[in-house]
């Protein structure tokens, strides 16, 4: 039987289950193969680099972290360093430790809803069920510590916003034995699945060869076997007194990269614990001048925090003035969901358009900020 | 000798109008002239070892007439990150692509053509990324005023037509001081 050589236009997206947010693939396709594949964004841009232009420093905290909905802590301890590197001003030790652990529980979160969003890609609408579920306990957490479930705005210049409250440690270390235990079954219901084995290996693959050139990091990358990772690249707050491994996995198909991160929701939770073991007493936060009339000296810095997807990065400029010259957002997503989508998506099923991209996380809020 | 200093060593060798700096450990700040770029990053990444392209910013700087483009290198061997940087004529900008190099260079080219203006030689596709069928100059452009801009495009939302301050009621009821609030000249004096 020959199929029709006839090219179709698809459209997935903008409102499509399968996608991650707001954004719409454009596919032409022959019988069920796609030829070739285009990203269009602009469904979601709200124009925040302009916003905080015309933004005091303190009031661009409560606009970053809304750049990423699923992770949004990066986003402002990339600001707060970005800031604290500007006018050297040092961060008390506690609340280092208090950011690193905030930073983790943030990213077992995001993970959590990756592998709802994973599953459900293929069609196992259990694991989307339990996965929101369990994730709450950490929202929880993070109400009781910040007052907010998803946005925090905790972190900020100079340190973290308040001190943990009494007992908190103990609830923390109840919440990650739970998670902890939770994981066999989801190893039993998604991990050692045969349908998701079936439909992940060998499928959506990035050449190891190619992959630093084209701009892949965080747990794709490590998918591919590379072992880079900024915690120990280039490490921040007190990840150098941690002890943890980068994590790899061979093959760089979807099942390499589901590997990477469901053993580093394992990794994730040892460093919390490392984390409430050596935690110093002492402040929280090294306060800076009046927020109104707070001027950073004219210099400029680039930092970056490995966050669920990859590489977080800020570019921040000053000019000496009272508001930012420029700040600009680096997501993981810019990347992965334009560019390296465009050119995984060659030859794929239709079917696994959706699986391939969330097995790269894209998160279209950061691609247009 | 430590890496960054022994890149910028080399990089003196060939190309001797570059001005780097160390800015602090891992962090070098490259100056050159805008018509070398391609060659630079390409030597950078060839002979350097920078295959990484983190991203590539765009500042602008309406005093001094130009743009700045800010190319952000990394190199995974040294740990090294460069952030190469060209001034451009803001009348006129104009800067050749690298995608040759990196493909996904190309992405952050189209938004910068599109949020600035600057104009890349030898990009295939600078269609529009995020905007649709704007017909105003690039709004990340410091004169472009965005207060204008709303006001003339959108319109309150009903019972919102006094535009209310509710922070001026609140004062007025406990006879206190309404803080001055950022966004107009006053407080940048």
Not at chain 2, 147 to 169: I, L, P, S
Request: glycine share 8%.
């Amino acid at each position: 039987m020959t199929q029709v050589e006839k090219e179709t236009t698809l459209y997935l997206g903008p409102q499509h289950p399968g996608i991650t947010g707001n954004m719409m693939i454009e596919l032409k396709v022959t019988g069920d193969t796609v030829q070739r594949a285009k990203t269009h964004v602009g469904y979601l841009h709200r124009g925040f680099e302009k916003l905080m232009e015309e933004r005091l420093w303190m009031q661009c905290f409560p606009i970053v972290c809304r750049i990423c909905v699923p992770e949004p802590d990066p986003n402002e301890e990339n600001l707060a360093r970005a800031i604290e590197e500007i006018e050297g001003r040092e961060v008390p030790e506690r609340a280092q430790y208090i950011r690193v652990m905030v930073l983790e529980l943030s990213r077992i979160a995001s993970y959590f809803l990756w592998m709802g969003g994973q599953a459900g890609s293929m069609g196992l609408y259990t694991m989307p069920q339990w996965t929101v579920g369990d994730r709450d306990y950490i929202l929880d957490l993070f109400e009781e510590l910040t007052g907010g479930r998803v946005y925090h705005m905790y972190i900020w210049a100079g340190g973290v916003r308040r001190d943990l409250p009494d007992g908190f440690a103990g609830r923390v270390r109840r919440v990650l034995d739970y998670l902890e235990e939770r994981l066999t079954d989801y190893d039993r219901l998604f991990f050692q699945n045969a349908l998701f084995l079936k439909r992940s290996q060998g499928v959506g693959v990035i050449d190891k060869d190619k992959a630093m050139e084209w701009g892949v990091v965080g747990p794709p990358l490590r998918g591919c076997g590379i072992a880079h990772d900024v915690r120990k690249d280039e490490p921040y707050e007190v990840y150098d007194k941690l002890d943890f491994e980068i994590i790899t996995h061979e093959g760089g198909d979807i099942y390499a990269r589901a590997m990477v991160r469901r053993r580093e929701i394992e990794q994730s939770i040892s460093i919390i614990r490392q984390v409430l073991d050596k935690m110093p007493g002492g402040p929280v936060h090294n306060p800076g001048p009046n927020p109104l009339k707070w001027k950073l000296p004219a210099g400029e810095a680039y930092v970056r925090t490995e966050s669920a997807r990859g590489e977080f990065g800020y570019y921040v400029v000053s000019d000496g003035s009272l508001k930012p010259r420029r700040i600009h957002v680096r997501g993981p997503a810019y990347v992965h969901g334009v560019s390296l989508l465009e050119k995984m998506l060659v030859g794929a099923n239709i079917a696994d358009v959706s699986v391939i991209m969330n097995s790269l996380g894209t998160c279209p809020p950061e691609i247009e900020r | 000798m430590n890496h960054e200093e022994h890149i910028i060593n080399t990089i003196h060798t060939t190309f001797k109008s570059a001005e780097a700096e160390i800015q602090r450990k891992g962090r070098l700040l490259i100056r050159l002239r805008s018509d070398l770029l391609p060659a630079f990053v390409s030597y950078l990444k060839n002979y350097l070892d920078f295959n990484h392209l983190v991203m590539i910013s765009c500042v602008d700087w309406m005093e001094d007439n130009q743009f700045e483009l800010v190319y952000h290198l990394y190199s995974y061997a040294q740990k090294v990150h460069a952030m190469v940087k060209v001034r451009l004529n803001r009348s006129q900008p104009q800067a050749q692509t690298i995608l040759p190099f990196w493909d996904q260079a190309g992405t952050y080219e189209r938004e910068i053509h599109e949020m600035y203006g600057v104009y890349f030689e030898g990009h295939p596709d600078l269609s529009e990324f995020i905007l649709e069928d704007w017909d105003d100059i690039p709004p990340m452009r410091r004169d472009f005023k965005t207060r204008e801009f709303v006001n003339e495009n959108y319109e309150w939302r009903k019972g919102r037509e006094d535009a209310q301050d509710v922070r001026r009621t609140i004062s007025e009821r406990y006879d206190e001081k309404l803080p001055q609030f950022n966004n107009d000249d006053k407080a940048n004096g």
